[in-house]
């Protein structure tokens, strides 16, 4: 860590400083300039606040060299994660595809799209269940029931199913949830990471919409701190002033989140693009960025769907999508 | 709510759609230039999915043309909200001021800093219990003991307190908190608005990082329609691409919601600004653009502060920052 | 066009209103809600400045629903622009590679790097001799000279050359040059684009920081309507929140584009990653996701570079990420 | 200037880092962490291109420590500065109004609002002659011929004038507009900032829509580079997620360059609002948070005016905004 002193600090000011960060247990370094003298910190300065420092009258700012996260750092894990859900891997060169309805709606719809989706080879069920709407008068999701639901799939059809949390109340329903899905809006939902962090259930943790790549890592490293190492990161399009898009769909976040980190980073163009028209070439570019994998929407009957109607694919043209996409593995 | 129609749409197709809206008891206008149809929906289209109806092959894009929100409005409730706390007001000239540390660290601190802001003419105590950290590693607040130490103050000093939620389950530990704040992080966490919803204390919603007007408006929507509508709004900066700032305070938001909406207003200049010495102009401003009252982080010792303390002003800051306000109301 | 109109609006005012715009020669249909009344504008609203009916007393808001574009638009222009440089075409199925260094240093560098990028695939040779610098006290290009060495290697290897032009008083020096690049800082340098609309040469148009998918449109309609139909549209990357990468590369607009408009569409990776480890992916990214060609930095020794170092390829790490973007042609 | 070296480095390649930028004739200090290795840059780093450092394969960042700018930097030029318009003072004390319509239309026009300004207490008329217009197909300014409309206006009322330069073409067409402005899309053209340095008219400098402080600070130095040090900075908004105003007006800005620089600063409400209603109290907030002035939009007739019409005040609302403002200065 770097404290940039103001350059009308005294010497006795200085030296209180210094002796006062020694006494924390860290070595430090000087540099004088003309204009600016420099206190480099060395040690375990993540457990610093840094607006604390900041807040010292004679600093005028304070810099991280080292990133804060640690067990989510490649730096300290040089091998790639693996997931492993019932023997269905992700990460590593293992690629998945997630494919499935916004929300579940019916028993008849369920097992249409994941006959459809397995069909073309889709390795994960998602479907919606607890549903975080905008509006408090639309449709919420089907709730327990449609875990219900998607856990019928998951035993007829054999396939892994992965639905989205929104609440710690509700973890007692997803005993059975092969991945835990949390969503952009809940991705600093501090409480609930803690406790997702005591399952051993992998967690899918999606971007929020206006977080940077290092805060988005320090979700992850509250998941890992609690000993829950299984995180799958999911890229699904952050806020800006480009409106012709729902998200802007950041796919450079892909290859710098597989050089920072050592977890599977896969890609969601669906919430991306905000338009089915625009899912083929965005998975297209994730994969071809190296995403270990896709998440798509997926509805028998699009414009009839309960939410997200607009970004969802006919199983045909799912079926499609993922035929471009094999040529990119 | 107004449909943009793909100009090679067949007379059969557009008949069909019209009548599949009139079938949902929404009465239909038709507008057909050279190159454009629209639809004109009239009815309440607030129960309609955006997105399915753009999920229908002819339809090129659909628009809102009245707000959302209905409770929150102001077009349906002309008059200010007038929020009562104990016998203190905020809104409809009544003008709040809410001061304390970010996290509630002990019981001298507490005292000495509530002394201090009550003599300078705070009318609220505001404390972090529950702490909303970036880091895992870093402090999380006092938590239960954080909140009785508040209380102890409210008792001691008669002076309202506010102090934020972060979890539904921690709800039974607020009974007696006289505010309730949701935070930025929050402000889309709907399973707490609707519990939230469910309670009779006033709600100060923060807006969200990167959350739009409207956005903000739904999650006061969301409380409302539950029953409780007794909310105060705080805008406390969002994010852009200026880095100098922590956050881009958005004085706008300010005059816009008067507008928009009839619940009370106020500012947190602390957050916006994230350094100790923009807080007075921000503060001036925010009085200025006609906010209903502000929020600021006051602590006795800003440089031992166990969060956020570079944006903390000392008690002789805050009187100042005070003082100069008082010459705008 | 719609215009909403105020919902307190009386019978004299919206007859006078519609009556106003029946005599621009605009035909009118009016849609009639409960809270909101609705006119549809039918005709060439292009013309029309959307402002000024905003600014009319009764009108709450108004809303294109037709593209303010009409050369670029490819709803009147079905198929793909090819441009063609000296018969090195772009678009319409012809990828262009375009390399070389950010500034022209000297003939030695541009020897060997032109050697060396034609070697690899490149069809053609860029280099700044005009160079757009944030620090009056940074390298500002070698200027008339850099042209030279540019048209000097033209001569000798054969490859077209493109380059940046800052201001309108240099267009005599691109008399030669034969791709006329304008840097995302003069996308709305509308008397540049005016100027550029009289010459024959094609235009390489950056998309500006933070400029909008419709407005960089809009900026190639500039040039266009002034004669020169011959625009290559590049995307670089724009401004957000994220500060990891230098920009964040809008993948999505590159599909957005091809939708939208018949011009060709390139992508910058060098620019909007700012790190050369990321160049690879993401010009991968880009032509999985449509692009009709990359533009890449390349320098012989970019530590020693004068300007954007930290981006540039070094020959064979370009050639390298040739050897990849073939497979996903 | 800090350099963060990769901890894999060998001490060889340390060294000869080392060196080479000694050789350039910097000091330099190593700190030396378990896990990161600093190099402390000493001497005028202002020269140095900061990618081409990172450009250097052990070097992982590099981070400037002092401000890039000097002439416009406050730590070296404490007192404010005054700029003086005939007469007529801008900062240190001295507030501007500034206030005319959008674009220059008739001489019965600029008349009419310029007696209406004049009473209500304006000291500068404000008239764009060249517009910078997003479509191609929008009035683009009367030009010379506006130019000369507003010389009359300053003749006959004696108040100075300010208009917008678009090119450096159109320099002598300004020689007796008293104080030049320069617009938020040409802020970084840089060509027009260097002759504009030759010029000894004040400038008036506005935010690009997407510029951090840092660079428009950047724009002032290269005027001020060339000699020109009479500079005005305008906060106009910058862009982001929301949409509800046209842009966000940034009022941490004002404060903020008040901090770092000995420039006066001004605000233009109008453009940062884009809806006349919400001018006023963007405008105090303005004042309030220490603006040395405001530039406002006034037009006679708002509804029918050639552009911007929407944001534009009339005579009677001006008069207004002003009237409130007095008692914020």
Redesign the interface.
Known sequence: M?I?VN?KTTREQLDRLVTELEQKQF?T????????T?I?L??DT??L?I???????IVD?V?R??E?YKKANR?FHEDDTVVDVNGVKIGGGNFAVIAGPCSVESKEQMREITKAIQKSGANFLRGGAYK????????QGLQEEGIELLLGCKEEFGIPIVSEI????DIPFFENVDVIQVGA??M?????L?ELGKLRQPILLKR???N????WL?SA??IM??GNENIILCERG????????RN?????????LK?LTHLPVIADPSH???????VE??A???????ADGVMIEVHND???????????LTPEMFDSVIGQIKK?L
Chains 1, 2, 3, 4 share one sequence.
Request: glycine share 8%.
């Open positions: 770097i940039i350059r070595k370094h000087l540099s004088k300039g003309e204009n600016t420099i480099g060395i040690g993540s457990v606040d607006d604390s420092i900041k807040a010292i009258d700012d810099r060299v080292t804060p730096k975080p709407r905008t509006s408090p008068y639309a449709f929104m609440d710690v109340s809006r809940n600093q939902n501090f409480r609930l803690k929020g919409l206006a940077t790549i290092e805060e320090m490293e509250y701190a609690g952050i806020r800006t002033f480009e409106t012709y898009t802007t769909f950041d796919i450079s976040a892909i290859p710098v050089r991306a693009a905000g338009m089915a028209w625009l070439p965005l297209k570019a994730a994969v071809a960025a190296g699009p414009a009839h769907a309960l939410s997200d109607g607009m970004q969802s990119y």
